[in-house]
T-cell receptor, first 110, second 112 residues
Framework: QQKVQQSPESLIVPEGGMASLNCTSS?????YFWWYRQHSGKSPKMLM?????GEKEEGRFTVHLNKASLHTSLHIRDSQPSDSALYLC??????????FGDGTQLVVKP | EAAVTQSPRNKVTVTGGNVTLSCRQT?????MYWYRQDTGHGLRLIHY???????QIGDVPDGYKATRTTQEDFFLLLELASPSQTSLYFC???????????FGAGTRLSVL
Protein backbone atom coordinates (compact mmCIF):
# COMPACT_ATOMS: atom_id res chain seq x y z
CA GLN A 1 0.00 0.00 0.00
CA GLN A 2 1.37 3.37 -0.98
CA LYS A 3 2.19 5.49 2.04
CA VAL A 4 1.54 8.83 0.33
CA GLN A 5 -1.60 9.52 -1.71
CA GLN A 6 -2.02 12.55 -3.93
CA SER A 7 -5.07 14.08 -5.60
CA PRO A 8 -6.07 14.95 -8.19
CA GLU A 9 -4.02 12.84 -10.61
CA SER A 10 -4.15 15.64 -13.13
CA LEU A 11 -5.27 19.23 -13.12
CA ILE A 12 -5.76 21.82 -15.84
CA VAL A 13 -5.97 25.48 -14.85
CA PRO A 14 -6.03 28.64 -16.95
CA GLU A 15 -3.08 31.01 -16.88
CA GLY A 16 -3.53 33.33 -13.92
CA GLY A 17 -5.74 30.83 -12.09
CA MET A 18 -5.34 29.03 -8.79
CA ALA A 19 -4.10 25.42 -8.61
CA SER A 20 -4.78 23.36 -5.48
CA LEU A 21 -3.06 20.03 -4.90
CA ASN A 22 -3.62 17.58 -2.05
CA CYS A 23 -1.54 14.97 -0.27
CA THR A 24 -2.27 12.60 2.60
CA SER A 25 -0.16 9.98 4.31
CA SER A 26 -1.56 6.73 5.63
CA UNK A 27 1.52 6.09 7.77
CA UNK A 28 1.21 7.45 11.33
CA UNK A 29 5.03 7.38 11.64
CA UNK A 30 5.36 10.15 9.06
CA UNK A 31 6.35 13.50 10.47
CA TYR A 32 7.81 15.73 7.72
CA PHE A 33 6.46 16.74 4.32
CA TRP A 34 7.90 18.26 1.18
CA TRP A 35 6.61 19.27 -2.25
CA TYR A 36 8.86 18.62 -5.23
CA ARG A 37 8.36 19.74 -8.81
CA GLN A 38 9.50 17.73 -11.81
CA HIS A 39 9.44 19.27 -15.27
CA SER A 40 9.23 16.88 -18.20
CA GLY A 41 12.52 15.09 -18.80
CA LYS A 42 14.14 16.55 -15.69
CA SER A 43 14.85 15.37 -12.16
CA PRO A 44 12.69 16.46 -9.22
CA LYS A 45 13.59 19.65 -7.36
CA MET A 46 12.36 20.66 -3.94
CA LEU A 47 9.75 23.39 -4.08
CA MET A 48 8.62 23.77 -0.48
CA UNK A 49 8.93 21.99 2.84
CA UNK A 50 6.65 22.08 5.85
CA UNK A 51 7.29 20.46 9.18
CA UNK A 52 4.87 22.22 11.57
CA UNK A 53 1.13 22.67 11.64
CA GLY A 54 -0.12 25.71 9.80
CA GLU A 55 0.71 27.59 6.66
CA LYS A 56 3.85 28.68 4.85
CA GLU A 57 3.97 31.11 1.93
CA GLU A 58 6.76 31.70 -0.56
CA GLY A 59 5.86 34.01 -3.41
CA ARG A 60 2.97 32.50 -5.39
CA PHE A 61 3.16 29.21 -3.50
CA THR A 62 1.39 28.41 -0.22
CA VAL A 63 1.55 25.13 1.62
CA HIS A 64 -0.65 23.96 4.49
CA LEU A 65 -0.10 21.11 6.93
CA ASN A 66 -2.43 19.40 9.37
CA LYS A 67 -0.30 16.92 11.31
CA ALA A 68 -3.28 15.36 13.08
CA SER A 69 -4.76 14.23 9.77
CA LEU A 70 -1.36 13.93 8.02
CA HIS A 71 -2.70 16.11 5.22
CA THR A 72 -0.81 18.75 3.29
CA SER A 73 -1.91 20.91 0.39
CA LEU A 74 -0.09 23.12 -2.09
CA HIS A 75 -1.73 26.15 -3.65
CA ILE A 76 -0.31 28.03 -6.60
CA ARG A 77 -1.85 31.39 -7.32
CA ASP A 78 -1.49 33.32 -10.57
CA SER A 79 -0.45 30.07 -12.28
CA GLN A 80 1.95 30.41 -15.22
CA PRO A 81 2.58 28.05 -18.16
CA SER A 82 6.06 27.47 -16.70
CA ASP A 83 4.35 25.93 -13.63
CA SER A 84 3.22 23.02 -15.83
CA ALA A 85 4.95 19.99 -14.31
CA LEU A 86 4.51 16.88 -12.18
CA TYR A 87 4.13 17.87 -8.53
CA LEU A 88 5.30 15.23 -6.08
CA CYS A 89 4.48 15.11 -2.40
CA UNK A 90 7.10 13.47 -0.16
CA UNK A 91 7.00 12.40 3.47
CA UNK A 92 9.60 10.98 5.80
CA UNK A 93 9.36 8.69 8.79
CA UNK A 94 11.49 8.42 11.91
CA UNK A 95 13.91 6.10 10.06
CA UNK A 96 14.58 8.82 7.46
CA UNK A 97 12.87 6.82 4.74
CA UNK A 98 11.46 9.37 2.31
CA UNK A 99 8.36 8.28 0.39
CA PHE A 100 6.76 9.91 -2.61
CA GLY A 101 3.22 9.91 -3.94
CA ASP A 102 2.38 9.31 -7.60
CA GLY A 103 2.13 13.02 -8.23
CA THR A 104 -0.31 15.51 -9.71
CA GLN A 105 0.26 16.44 -13.35
CA LEU A 106 -0.47 20.16 -13.62
CA VAL A 107 -1.11 21.82 -16.96
CA VAL A 108 -1.48 25.60 -17.09
CA LYS A 109 -3.17 26.67 -20.32
CA PRO A 110 -2.28 30.09 -21.78
CA GLU B 1 23.54 23.49 -5.19
CA ALA B 2 24.48 19.93 -4.31
CA ALA B 3 26.04 17.92 -7.12
CA VAL B 4 24.89 14.33 -7.67
CA THR B 5 26.24 12.50 -10.70
CA GLN B 6 24.77 9.29 -12.05
CA SER B 7 26.27 6.97 -14.62
CA PRO B 8 25.53 5.69 -17.12
CA ARG B 9 22.73 7.97 -18.33
CA ASN B 10 21.28 5.23 -20.49
CA LYS B 11 21.70 1.46 -20.35
CA VAL B 12 20.26 -1.39 -22.37
CA THR B 13 20.70 -4.98 -21.22
CA VAL B 14 19.08 -8.35 -21.79
CA THR B 15 17.01 -10.44 -19.43
CA GLY B 16 19.32 -12.16 -16.97
CA GLY B 17 22.04 -9.60 -17.47
CA ASN B 18 24.15 -7.99 -14.78
CA VAL B 19 23.89 -4.21 -14.35
CA THR B 20 25.53 -1.72 -12.01
CA LEU B 21 24.27 1.85 -11.70
CA SER B 22 26.61 4.36 -10.11
CA CYS B 23 25.97 7.48 -8.10
CA ARG B 24 28.49 9.95 -6.71
CA GLN B 25 27.83 13.03 -4.60
CA THR B 26 30.53 15.55 -3.81
CA UNK B 27 28.90 17.47 -0.96
CA UNK B 28 29.74 15.22 1.97
CA UNK B 29 26.09 14.31 2.41
CA UNK B 30 25.33 11.54 4.87
CA UNK B 31 22.20 10.15 3.26
CA MET B 32 21.92 8.64 -0.21
CA TYR B 33 18.86 7.09 -1.82
CA TRP B 34 17.95 5.03 -4.87
CA TYR B 35 14.49 5.44 -6.42
CA ARG B 36 12.81 4.13 -9.53
CA GLN B 37 10.21 6.08 -11.50
CA ASP B 38 7.86 4.41 -13.94
CA THR B 39 5.89 6.30 -16.55
CA GLY B 40 3.09 8.32 -15.00
CA HIS B 41 4.11 7.44 -11.47
CA GLY B 42 6.00 8.92 -8.61
CA LEU B 43 9.24 7.68 -7.08
CA ARG B 44 9.49 4.37 -5.28
CA LEU B 45 12.26 3.87 -2.73
CA ILE B 46 14.53 0.90 -3.43
CA HIS B 47 17.40 1.27 -0.92
CA TYR B 48 19.02 4.02 1.07
CA UNK B 49 22.08 4.55 3.25
CA UNK B 50 23.20 6.90 5.98
CA UNK B 51 26.92 6.36 5.57
CA UNK B 52 29.71 4.25 4.16
CA UNK B 53 29.05 0.56 4.75
CA UNK B 54 25.44 1.14 5.79
CA UNK B 55 22.41 -0.10 3.85
CA GLN B 56 18.71 0.29 4.62
CA ILE B 57 15.82 -1.41 2.85
CA GLY B 58 13.23 0.65 1.02
CA ASP B 59 9.77 -0.17 -0.27
CA VAL B 60 10.64 -2.13 -3.43
CA PRO B 61 13.98 -3.89 -2.74
CA ASP B 62 13.28 -7.23 -4.47
CA GLY B 63 15.75 -7.92 -7.27
CA TYR B 64 18.08 -5.11 -6.21
CA LYS B 65 21.24 -4.97 -4.16
CA ALA B 66 23.03 -1.80 -3.17
CA THR B 67 26.36 -0.93 -1.69
CA ARG B 68 27.71 2.31 -0.20
CA THR B 69 31.46 2.03 -0.58
CA THR B 70 32.42 5.54 0.54
CA GLN B 71 30.71 8.70 1.75
CA GLU B 72 30.52 9.76 -1.90
CA ASP B 73 29.61 6.58 -3.77
CA PHE B 74 26.41 4.53 -3.77
CA PHE B 75 25.86 1.69 -6.26
CA LEU B 76 22.72 -0.15 -7.31
CA LEU B 77 23.18 -3.71 -8.56
CA LEU B 78 20.80 -5.78 -10.65
CA GLU B 79 22.34 -9.26 -10.81
CA LEU B 80 19.64 -10.95 -12.89
CA ALA B 81 17.86 -8.15 -14.68
CA SER B 82 14.22 -8.66 -15.67
CA PRO B 83 11.96 -6.66 -18.03
CA SER B 84 9.98 -5.47 -14.98
CA GLN B 85 13.08 -3.52 -13.96
CA THR B 86 12.90 -1.34 -17.05
CA SER B 87 12.55 2.10 -15.50
CA LEU B 88 14.09 5.50 -14.84
CA TYR B 89 16.39 5.33 -11.82
CA PHE B 90 17.19 8.34 -9.67
CA CYS B 91 19.85 8.69 -7.03
CA UNK B 92 19.50 11.42 -4.41
CA UNK B 93 21.43 12.68 -1.42
CA UNK B 94 20.75 14.83 1.62
CA UNK B 95 23.00 16.29 4.24
CA UNK B 96 21.09 15.62 7.40
CA UNK B 97 18.03 13.74 8.49
CA UNK B 98 14.75 15.30 7.39
CA UNK B 99 16.53 17.44 4.86
CA UNK B 100 16.04 18.32 1.20
CA UNK B 101 16.87 15.64 -1.36
CA UNK B 102 19.15 16.59 -4.24
CA PHE B 103 18.68 14.39 -7.27
CA GLY B 104 20.97 13.22 -10.02
CA ALA B 105 19.90 13.44 -13.66
CA GLY B 106 18.71 9.84 -13.73
CA THR B 107 19.64 6.62 -15.51
CA ARG B 108 17.21 5.17 -18.03
CA LEU B 109 17.47 1.37 -17.99
CA SER B 110 15.87 -0.92 -20.55
CA VAL B 111 15.85 -4.67 -20.01
CA LEU B 112 14.97 -6.52 -23.21
Amino acid sequence: QQKVQQSPESLIVPEGGMASLNCTSSDRNVDYFWWYRQHSGKSPKMLMSIFSNGEKEEGRFTVHLNKASLHTSLHIRDSQPSDSALYLCAASDSNNRIFFGDGTQLVVKP
Amino acid sequence: EAAVTQSPRNKVTVTGGNVTLSCRQTNSHNYMYWYRQDTGHGLRLIHYSYGAGNLQIGDVPDGYKATRTTQEDFFLLLELASPSQTSLYFCASSGLSQNTLYFGAGTRLSVL
